[in-house]
């Protein structure tokens, strides 16, 4: 009840701040920023509301454009709803159950939670495991029900869609995002399911979000996600920016893409598109038709750790649109957020994966429950490594720690989830091994060149045990 009344009063406050911005964004911003802070109280450190005012009080600061940008371009009934499920419901309540949860229990909880409605895919794209899946797997519209249900218990409050394409599945996902909102849904998605009815489902949903798959140019992109893919992707954006909706792209970086997804031209071309938001994930080598060679190189990671940077910067180079890097964003979160640190993976047969990109498991959600697997040995072999080195830019037990997940899969018994050919732990970090000894040196020369930022956790390291 009392979560109830609080919900009312948070979409008439902020509904109602929304309309007084709305007439002059750039003066009338600190109102936001002060029913923020009278929300959240002292969940957040006092740094980050300064650094709130400061982007609301300069209008040549690139997150006060960012803002503005947003507040003219994307419905409000969708930032207020978004706002609401985030920052009330995600930061505030379900924060505090997450720690809670976490002490009670003796095991990580996470924030949030990927799931693959389906291994359908009508792509093949290259390198990508997914286009081997059988396609005949998925989890019904109950079990997924059911995940929601369960991981709301312990206050996890972000769900996003993987796959497969999760919009093979469009209308379950969307009935899922009806029925909980007050949790933020995402879906990543190659974009070309994407139809008009689609985009007025989801903008009635109000808290639903998708990140379309782009990776560079219509030449990069179409190399890797087949011929005419760019062009679709394209009309599915210029569909939701028509109808104002708040969507972000996601770009899988590879040897032979890094110039395409860090090129100026891109970032200016995604903002027009009207993009907000770009997620940066790391190729990896998984399963057995993976390609090693797409794996960048420690010159290319450089690039792409410096770019990113400057993108979301203040200064020179900074560009309106928030990007977030998932390997080179290590020293922020404290290094591996999977496990359940932060999240976790349950792919289309219902294995409890620790990672999207982790395809071994000692549990399946038909069998156990979500709090069951988390206290797994497979995932309190996370819990008690993390983190699984004091450099933050070689935060993954696979990527750049191969040793350290060769030793918990195999000690705890783990089985591979591949759904074509079962790749063995060693096979797959055996292609990371070399990788791992050249980004090294890099790594280390990087980590030590600035000041690192401390993570405001109490969960960075909440215990003595460390794998080495």
Not at 74 to 83: C, T
Not at 97 to 124: H, M, Q, W
Not at 311 to 320: H, I, L
Not at 409 to 437: P, R
């Amino acid at each position: 009840m009392e979560h109830a009344v609080m919900d009312k009063v948070a979409h008439l406050i902020i509904g109602r701040a929304l309309k007084y911005i709305e007439k002059d964004p750039a003066k009338n911003m600190m109102k936001i920023i002060r029913i923020a802070k009278r929300l959240m109280g002292k969940t957040f450190p006092a740094s980050a509301y300064e650094g709130m005012v400061q982007m609301a009080t300069d209008e040549n600061n690139n997150w006060h454009k960012y803002a503005v940008k947003m507040i003219e371009e994307v419905d409000h009934e969708q930032i207020e709803n978004m706002l609401v499920a985030f920052g009330l419901h995600g930061a505030i309540y379900g924060t505090k159950t997450v720690r809670a949860n976490r002490e009670k229990y003796g095991c990580n909880i996470p924030f949030i939670l990927l799931l693959d409605p389906t291994s359908a895919c009508n792509l093949r794209c290259k390198g990508c495991w997914s286009a081997e899946y059988d396609h005949a797997l998925n989890l019904s519209l109950e079990e997924m029900q059911s995940i929601v249900a369960q991981a709301k218990a312990l206050g996890t409050r972000i769900f996003m869609f993987t796959g497969g394409e999760p919009l093979v599945r469009k209308k379950d996902i969307l009935r899922l995002a009806k029925e909980n909102p007050e949790c933020v849904f995402l879906a990543y998605t190659n974009g070309t399911l994407i139809d008009k009815a689609f985009v007025r489902e989801m903008k009635q949903c109000g808290n639903f979000l998708l990140a379309l798959s782009v990776e560079g140019d219509e030449s990069s992109n179409d190399a890797r996600r087949g011929k005419g893919i760019y062009q679709k992707s394209r009309a599915a954006m210029k569909l939701l920016k028509e109808n104002k909706c708040l969507f972000g792209v996601s770009v899988c970086y590879t040897s032979q893409n890094i110039d395409a997804v860090t090129d100026d031209a891109f970032f200016d071309d995604m903002i027009d598109a009207g993009a907000r938001f770009g997620l940066y994930f790391h190729y990896m080598p998984v399963g057995t038709g993976a390609v090693a060679s797409l794996m960048p190189n420690p010159e290319q990671r450089v690039k792409i750790y410096n770019k990113l940077r400057r993108v979301r910067s203040t200064g020179e180079g900074a560009k309106p649109f928030f990007v977030m890097d998932f390997q080179n964003d290590g020293e922020f979160v404290g290094g591996c957020i999977a496990g359940g640190r932060n999240y976790f993976h349950i792919n289309a047969a219902g294995d409890m994966e620790p990672c999207v990109f982790v395809h071994y498991s000692d549990s399946n959600i038909r069998k156990k429950t979500i709090l069951e697997a988390l206290q797994s040995p497979l995932f309190m072999a996370y819990y008690k490594g993390q983190p699984f080195n004091d450099n933050h830019l070689m935060p993954c037990p696979m990527l750049e720690n191969p040793h350290i997940l060769r030793k918990m899969v195999t000690e705890v018994g783990a089985v591979s989830t591949d759904m074509i050919g079962k790749e063995s732990v060693d096979e797959l970090c055996g292609k990371c091994d070399d990788y791992a000894a050249k980004w090294m040196s890099t790594a280390n020369e990087l980590w030590k060149s600035k000041d690192r930022y401390a993570p405001f956790t109490q969960y960075y390291r909440d215990h003595e045990v460390s794998a080495s």
